[in-house]
């Protein structure tokens, strides 16, 4: 094969690759590890004798449904684990103030909705998977906006793979 034909075929698969739809970059599931799964073994017999959390109807309702979810070792996508993240960081402070107060999982409804979410062990699980897939994302090129100004904050950094395209067709040639 000739060196055109190489250089060709190596532009050709690296597009295929900018080009692909950024969902199959996410197409791992994770178990969660055994130090959430005791966490909310034992969130879940604390509510067996005293449940303050109840479904609201909100959109992260009360955990149940999640920890019976990771008992269960059932695996977790990573828009899921995203969703937990999410949920820590929406209620981290929350957390951080009712242990202030001096409550705790036999008095306090968010934090037995924090402990059935996987508590600090999931929070950290969940943040560890989240910042890893960020920090792929993050070594992505600057784009040009509308404006003309180069930045990498124009796209949202979940959803980008990585643009290595240009500099490895620049070190090919």
């Known amino acids: 094969m000739s060196d055109k034909n190489i250089i060709k075929n190596l532009i050709k698969e690296e597009f295929q690759k900018i080009f692909e739809d950024f969902r199959y970059l996410y197409d791992t599931t994770y178990i969660p590890p055994q130090n959430v799964i005791n966490t909310v073994q034992k969130a879940l017999e604390v509510i067996s004798k005293n449940k303050l959390v109840d479904s609201n109807g909100s959109n992260e309702g009360s955990g149940l449904r999640k920890a019976k979810a990771i008992i269960n070792k059932e695996p977790m996508t990573h ?95």
């Not at 929406?90 to 409804?109: F, P």
């Not at 897939?133 to 090129?141: E, L, P, Q, R, T």
């Open 79 to 173: 828009a899921q684990i995203k969703r937990m993240k999410a949920f820590f960081d929406n209620n981290y402070k929350e957390k951080k103030n009712e242990k202030a107060l001096g409550k705790n999982i036999n008095n306090s409804a968010l934090l037995q909705s924090w402990d059935l979410w996987g508590g600090d062990a999931g929070e950290l699980w969940a943040d560890g998977i989240i910042n890893k897939s960020h920090s792929k994302n993050d070594s992505s090129k600057t784009i040009r906006g509308a404006s003309g100004i180069r930045t990498k904050t124009l796209m949202d950094p979940n959803n980008t793979r990585t643009h290595s395209v240009h500099s490895k067709i620049k070190n090919s040639l």
